[in-house]
């Protein structure tokens, strides 16, 4: 088992760096036909040896390695090809805008974009078969993996449809009650599956199987409970000779807070400045499209429970709820303006809550805010709920990035507590070139259908709730 793990990983390593490797040599190509004979001919002293020209070359492949694998490009066969497939066309985006402007400084001024236009279409191509060809390959050689499924009293349709939804991956081919008991299930657990699936079980008969399995080399996936979720993030210390995990009162350090509101204050600014354009032209559209208020508030939760209004560019009728009542928006909601549609399709109507950010109110990474009246809800069915608010609520945050748009309230908790506790200013850079990402990937189909829904209703279904101007 261990032998054909490795060689799985291995496989999947050599497939991805294969692919880095043709993108780079197409951008040497570039380089040594087009880009390099321009920059040497206006600029004598400019002269590389063979040295030199591979240097360039290795900055180019370490760029795309390292877009590549924040976004994930690289995991061929972990996650769905048209995931992979985005990640690598977002990396090389990103990589080809840096660099062309790493040529035009070589240069003392702009070259020619349409070379690097070609290379770029050439590319995504490339990157598109590559893909498709690296999955084929994945699922010829590596069939699902068999797991055995142990759950308790929790209904297990939901996970059920979540492991089926990665069919070519995973495969439950069984699941047993933990009622059956400890002898019944280590006899099961030894019949030769690939993994165990350990879900919504009793702690004390989770650590026992967690344990047996850990002895016998069978690997688990186990789903966290919220004590697992802080205890991930604690702090080892050494202070005597027993180890010792020290979970923070406070969620994140004072040099931590300063270092991230730091950012958020130079982040911010530097988008208003890029997207003041954008805004203008937004605000005279929505004014002039029905004469109402261009600014949607509305007041919402952030730090320890203090309240604040957020603000959105107003994409529905003014009269959208004109008779006082909070309704969720659908798809397709007839009260959605054509102009409200478009910047809602490409998150403009997000972009007010810059100046959230430059007041203190909001950071760009962080639990996304809540109104009073949904957390109130929550919190008589979820007391741990009131946990997300040790920092400030976020623009965007680790429930919108790794969740879906249908994740239950439960599991958007737990992501949004895994970011708290392993908060680093890296994470939250990560995070902001993830949230860049999700912009382009297409809305999932699931999600709330009917604009009757009510907050209790969908914490109690695990249904996605949504404000009243319809975004989660």
Request: one cysteine or more; charged letters at 25%; aromatic letters at 12%.
């Amino acid at each position: 088992m261990r032998h054909y793990e490795s060689l799985k990983r291995i496989s999947v390593l050599w497939l991805s760096f294969a692919g880095l490797l043709i993108q780079t040599a197409i951008y040497a190509y570039i380089w040594m036909v087009y880009y390099y004979p321009l920059i040497s001919k206006f600029t004598i002293r400019f002269k590389f040896t063979r040295n030199g020209h591979l240097l360039i070359f290795a900055i180019y492949l370490f760029l795309l390695f390292f877009f590549n694998n924040t976004y994930g490009g690289m995991k061929v066969g972990y996650l769905k090809p048209l995931d992979v497939f985005l990640s690598q066309v977002f990396s090389l985006l990103i990589v080809n805008v840096i660099t062309y402007f790493q040529v035009s400084l070589m240069n003392n001024w702009l070259v020619p974009v349409k070379y690097f236009a070609a290379a770029v279409f050439a590319q995504l191509l490339i990157a598109g078969g590559w893909t498709f060809i690296c999955n084929t390959f994945y699922r010829k050689v590596f069939p699902p993996r068999r797991m055995l499924l142990i759950h308790g009293e929790r209904d297990i349709d939901d996970i059920l449809r979540k492991f089926a939804s990665r069919k070519d991956k995973y495969k439950i081919v069984k699941c047993i009650d933990i009622k059956e008991g400890q002898a019944k299930l280590e006899e099961e657990i030894v019949k030769g599956y690939g993994a165990v699936v350990l879900w919504d079980i009793p702690t004390q008969e989770r650590n026992k199987l967690l344990k047996f399995c850990y002895s016998r080399s069978v690997r688990v996936y186990m789903m966290p409970k919220i004590p697992d979720v802080l205890i991930k993030g604690s702090d080892q210390l050494h202070l005597f000779d027993t180890p010792i995990l020290l979970t923070r009162e406070y969620a994140l350090t004072v040099e931590q807070r300063a270092a991230k509101r730091m950012i958020d204050i130079i982040c911010a600014l530097l988008l208003l400045i890029i997207a003041t354009p954008f805004m203008l032209v937004t605000a005279i559209l929505i004014k002039t499209y029905d004469q109402g208020p261009v600014l949607y508030k509305q007041v919402r939760c952030t730090q320890n429970g203090r309240k604040f209004e957020i603000m959105k560019f107003r994409s529905m009728r003014v009269d959208a709820e004109k008779d006082g009542v909070a309704r969720l928006a659908a798809r397709n909601d007839s009260r959605i303006t054509p102009i409200g549609k478009f910047i809602r399709a490409v998150r403009i109507d997000e972009l007010p809550q810059l100046f959230n950010i430059l007041k203190g109110e909001m950071s760009f990474i962080g639990p996304r805010p809540e109104r009073p009246e949904i957390i109130r809800q929550y919190v008589e069915d979820m007391p741990e709920f009131v946990f997300r608010m040790k920092v400030k609520a976020g623009l965007a945050g680790y429930a919108q990035v790794y969740g879906k748009y249908n994740t239950t309230p439960y599991d958007k908790l737990k992501l949004d507590l895994s970011y708290i506790e392993n908060y680093s200013v890296w994470l939250d850079l990560k995070l902001m070139l993830l949230t860049l990402k999700i912009l382009i990937k297409p809305e999932s189909t699931e999600g709330v259908e009917s604009t009757q829904v009510t907050a209790m209703k969908a914490l109690k279904t695990g249904e996605s709730v949504e404000d009243e101007d319809g975004k989660e």
